[in-house]
């Protein structure tokens, strides 16, 4: 057996997640640094009813919900972009929130742990959720981020 094991600090073996613009309009690709966490969501909704000839409830799989949750510790570019005119990277994570940009993101689950080559999972999505925080406890801005996702996901 070979567990996914991303390994982190080791170069080819970590998380990573690369954003890209999916209409084509903006260039370049934004590499998110500092993830904390990631949590890659694939929930199938399900329709139930009941019937007065069954016993107990009835339910039948409907379409999927995804999305993928993370936290991060804030890097000024990243969140409000570096200001390069034209480029995912210079419109930052917040403008790319609020303008509703709609991303490609390939996200690296890290190499096997007997050393084999690791699975990207990728798919769209428009980036939600962001809710920067710091306290004393916490002296950096830590932020929730989803990518709510639009349509399956793919392996390669």
Known sequence: M?????????????????LSDNSGTLTGDLVMPALQDVTVNAANDVF??????????LQVATTSTNSLAMNLVLDQDT???????????????FD???NKT?????????KTSSGGAGKTLSGSGYITG??????????????????????EYTVA
Do not use: R
């Open 96 to 98: 790319s929130s609020v």
């Open 2 to 18: 070979a567990y996914i094991y991303p390994a982190p600090g080791v170069t080819g073996s970590e998380v990573t997640l690369t």
């Open 79 to 93: 969140f409000f972009g570096t200001g390069a005119a034209g480029t995912l990277a210079g419109q930052g994570l």
């Open 102 to 110: 709609l991303v490609d993101f390939d996200l690296f689950l890290g």
């Open 130 to 151: 962001l809710a920067p925080t710091v306290s004393a406890d916490a002296p950096v801005w830590v932020s929730p981020i989803t990518i709510t996702v639009t349509g």
């Open 48 to 57: 139930t009813w009941t019937q007065l000839d069954e016993t107990a409830k």
